[in-house]
């Protein structure tokens, strides 16, 4: 999978695992470390780096003052910080697809059903995250409602960062992320404030927004 990965040429890899860490680093690939390598603390961002990671995904775990701790602990631009994403709740190798959607047993006889039907899991609140599969017949769930560091953002950028991601789900369409974008790029570039952009982000997402582990 890295080799076919490594084909395509891309400008550059998020890896979440240190086997695809050392694999891209040896091919001269950029590789950011992604937020399932859990970088709650600067040994770890340490490490990271010197494996061959050019950023490292803060750590989703991370509560507001303890982002700023590490920012403060580590070279600001090794860092990379997610600042809008719908945060993944679990990974599971059980594959919704196949057990209610085909009468197969596995990959190789399911029929592919998650290649023409999408699914949520609907909570008791009515809220439907998420579920998606890759290319190994693995599931993640995303919450619903997506986490914003919006309201961190000058802070972070006062305080050095200056490698932002928004991570989106392949079911957002261009009319839906457009505006999203925009209004982040707003708030970057200071042509918002923190409170008008909170106030726009939650007209955009459908059932809000919300601070999450960054209250």
Same mark, same amino acid.
């Given at each position: ?6 084909? /395509? ?6 890896? @979440?695992?240190?086997?695809?860490? *050392?694999? !891209? ?21 340490? =490490? ?8 490292? &995904?803060?750590?989703?775990? $991370?509560?507001?003052?303890? #982002? ?9 631009? =090794? ?13 599971? %190798?059980?594959?919704? =697809? ?6 197969? &047993? ?12 999408? #699914?949520?899991?609907?909570? @008791?609140?009515?809220? %439907?995250?998420?579920? +998606? ?9 995303? /919450?619903?409602?997506?986490?914003? *560091?919006?309201?961190? $953002? ?8 200056? /490698? !932002? ?6 079911? %957002?369409?261009?009319? %839906? ?9 707003? $708030?970057? *570039? ?6 008008? +952009? =909170? ?17």
């Amino acid at each position: 999978m890295f080799e076919t990965i490594a084909g /395509h040429k891309p400008d550059g890899v998020l890896a @979440r695992n240190p086997a695809a860490l *050392a694999f !891209f680093a040896h091919q001269g690939l950029p590789v950011v470390a992604d937020f399932s390598l859990n970088a709650a603390n600067e040994l770890t961002v340490a =490490w990271l780096h010197d494996q061959g990671a050019s950023r490292v &995904t803060a750590s989703y775990d $991370l509560n507001r003052s303890q #982002l700023f701790d590490l920012v403060a602990a580590v070279p600001p631009e =090794w860092l990379e910080v997610v600042i809008h994403q719908h945060v993944p709740m679990f990974h599971t %190798e059980y594959c919704l =697809w196949c057990a209610h959607l085909s009468a197969g &047993t596995d990959r190789a006889n399911c029929g592919r059903p998650c290649g023409q039907h999408a #699914l949520r899991l609907r909570d @008791r609140k009515g809220a %439907e995250h998420m579920v +998606a599969r890759d290319g190994l017949c693995r599931s993640t769930v995303y /919450h619903a409602i997506p986490q914003t *560091a919006a309201e961190s $953002l000058p802070l972070l950028i006062e305080r050095g960062v200056r /490698h !932002f991601r928004i991570d989106l789900l392949s079911d %957002e369409s261009s009319d %839906e992320t457009r505006p999203l974008l925009e209004t982040y790029g707003a $708030l970057l *570039a200071g042509r918002v404030s923190c409170r008008e +952009a =909170w106030r726009r982000l939650q007209t955009l997402c459908p059932l809000g927004i919300t601070r999450g582990t960054l209250r």
